[in-house]
């Protein structure tokens, strides 16, 4: 990403913290301690919670994870 960039995110007070922690999703890294990467993890979850609602007649959707954001 070109350094005039980085300033305007910087100067609109955009947070790194949640570039990393998007890289580190789609990197699909393994927590310390765990056979799983993190998407592996989610899509465990969304599964849990999709199996966990699925005679619910209230619940017509999930909201899921979308493509990386553009580098």
Do not use: C
């Not at 990467?37 to 699925?54: D, K, S, T």
Request: net charge negative.
């Amino acid at each position: 990403m070109p350094q005039l960039e980085i300033d305007v995110w910087n100067k609109i007070g955009f947070d790194w913290r949640t570039v990393s922690a998007f890289q580190t999703f789609y990197n699909n890294l393994k927590p310390n301690g765990s056979i799983y990467g993190l998407q592996e993890h989610y899509i465990r979850m969304v599964a849990a919670v999709a199996q966990r609602f699925q005679n619910e007649t209230t619940v017509i959707g999930y909201e899921i994870m979308n493509e990386p954001p553009p580098r």
